[in-house]
């Protein structure tokens, strides 16, 4: 099991261009969310996903898509960066509850920088 | 409004001594607490959790103790070790439709001296 993994691990844009940022995982979890982590700061959420074909927003959504087009993955795109979108950005998993809360599993984080 | 807060960016130990790590939250509605630790370069790992509906669980050297009255958490940790150095989160979640979506606290730097 290679568990939640990113794709890119590295990244350097100029502001106003866009990308995608791939978070795949092969646990056959239907809850995938993506976090940025600043520093000082905890990681925020951005957007998450309770099953395939189903998005929705967190905490921190503005200037961000995201699409769950296959349960095993969960793309996050910048439509055009911006400064204040450099940031590491982390992947997560969680199997559904039956009662009781589930150990969710991050990816090894992408670390993204708009100049 | 920042509903789970750890004070202390930074705590320094004695290997082999104890280590407390803090947390306060404002958000009486979490029904779960869970601690995660990172290191440079990687995702954060899973730690211990806690139920709102308990004041403590135990995990080998690591235990967390939760006071609701005080919305205070804190992680011990016995006797610490140097792999122990880290970057620790303190999170909160709830059920229902809450399930899974974290809010994380600022984290604490935790080093553990030879």
């Known amino acids: 099991n290679a568990g939640v993994t990113q794709t890119p691990k590295f990244r350097v844009l100029k502001t106003g261009q866009s990308m995608t940022l791939l978070c795949a995982q092969d646990?056959?979890?239907?809850?995938m969310y993506w976090y940025r982590q600043d520093p000082g700061m905890g990681l925020r959420l951005i957007h998450y996903s309770v099953g395939e074909g189903t998005t929705a927003k967190g905490e921190v959504p503005d200037g961000y898509n995201v699409s769950r087009l296959k349960k095993q993955n969960f793309l996050l795109g910048l439509e055009s960066a911006a400064p204040s979108q450099t940031s590491v950005y982390f992947c997560?998993?969680?199997?559904?509850?039956?009662?009781?809360?589930?150990?969710?599993?991050f990816g090894p984080g992408t670390r993204l920088t708009v100049l | 409004d920042q509903q789970v807060k750890q004070n202390s960016p930074s705590l320094s130990v004695q290997e082999g001594r104890i280590s407390i790590l803090n947390c306060d939250y404002t958000?009486?509605?979490?029904?779960?607490f869970l601690w995660y630790k990172k290191y440079p370069a990687e995702g954060p790992t899973f730690l211990i959790s806690i139920s709102s509906i308990k004041d403590k669980n135990e995990d080998g050297r690591f235990t967390v103790f939760l006071n609701k009255s005080a919305k205070h958490l804190s992680l011990h940790i016995v006797p610490s070790q140097p792999g122990d150095s880290a970057v620790y989160f303190c999170?909160?979640?709830?059920?229902?439709?809450?399930?899974?979506?974290?809010?994380f606290g600022q984290g604490t730097i935790l080093t553990v001296h030879p």
């Open positions: 999170a909160a979640s709830g059920l229902g439709t809450s399930y899974g979506k974290l809010t």
């Open positions: 997560a998993s969680i199997t559904e509850s039956v009662g009781t809360y589930n150990e969710q599993f």
């Open positions: 958000n009486s509605m979490f029904d779960y």
């Open positions: 646990m056959n979890h239907e809850y």
